[in-house]
């Protein structure tokens, strides 16, 4: 055997012995990974294995048993109290979110096009506003809505562009006014991240594909509508989710548009839990939580393996 032989089969038998070092290493360390990701586990899961536990006891069991205890007697009457007290604002969250998600993701992917697949002066200064509209605080722009939407009455601008008695109408009632005014609301200070997102989705185009759309005559639109919308939906399913989630669970801008009145979302009405009977329903308020959270889980259960691999950059139906 040669010397280089003799030395690949040494080099070959020292790999060998990590190998198996390494493996037996990864084995021993199992039972405390083990350990560790369960007590992480449980730490998370136990306050919502609690909410749940809670939600199915009677006040009385909740009163004469520990949180986390299954219940002795399961009721579905604190669901049946937090839908009747919370069944209107649902609806009214849903009526603004639904909207406000195709709204500001249809306009952001239109305004990322414009960003990324086109040249033209000014563009870089665009896009700056756009960046820096992600990092505004809520909190900072609540004044300037509320005086905003004290100024502009939004029922006669309505009105004006109908030609509709539209507020004569046997089905339309005066808080829907203020739903549209969440509508719009969300849908603007929801641009900006859908922009962002969208334009990183876009960059990753192929840039000789539209070209080559371009040199056989296809216009702006045309290729937008004919080949960047077609390859957009992983970035689209990404940016609904992620909309609806924020817009559906947001409170600051909500409360100041709408506050506790008729267009109230279920983020602001949640609170009339709390505040009913002079005791403290914990059952109920619990139950009101969980109807809250349905809409956003349902969206994660159906749709959380697309939104991860939209958010990978894979894609895919």
Known sequence: MSGKSKLQQLSSTI??????????????DVPWLLVLTGTIAAIYLVPIETGIMTAFKTQDGYLTSLPFLPPRTVTLAPWQEAWNTLS??????????????????????????????????????????????????IQSVLVPVSRFWAIVDIENV??????????????????????????????????PIATLLFRSYYKNLSDEMLEAA???????????KNIVLPLSKPIFIVTFIYQFTSIWNGLLLSLIVAGAGPAAPITVDLNKLALAGRIPTYNTMMAGAFITAIPT?????FFGDKFVRGVAGYGGS
């Open 214 to 224: 371009r040199i056989d005559g296809a216009g702006l639109m045309s290729i937008y």
């Open 88 to 137: 209107g604002s649902f609806f009214n969250s849903l009526a603004f979110t639904v909207p406000a998600t195709i709204l500001s993701a249809t306009i952001g992917s239109l305004a990322a096009y414009g960003l990324t697949n086109t040249k033209w002066r000014g563009q870089t200064l665009i896009f700056v506003f756009f960046v820096a509209g992600t990092f505004i605080p």
């Open 158 to 191: 309505l009105q004006s562009v109908t030609p509709l008695d539209l507020w004569g109408l046997s089905f339309m009632e005066p808080h829907y006014a203020t739903i549209v005014e969440l509508i719009l609301t969300h849908t603007a200070f929801g641009i």
């Open 297 to 301: 889980l349902i969206i994660y259960i």
């Open 15 to 28: 790999r060998s012995k990590d190998a198996a070092q390494d493996e037996s290493t990864i084995v021993g």
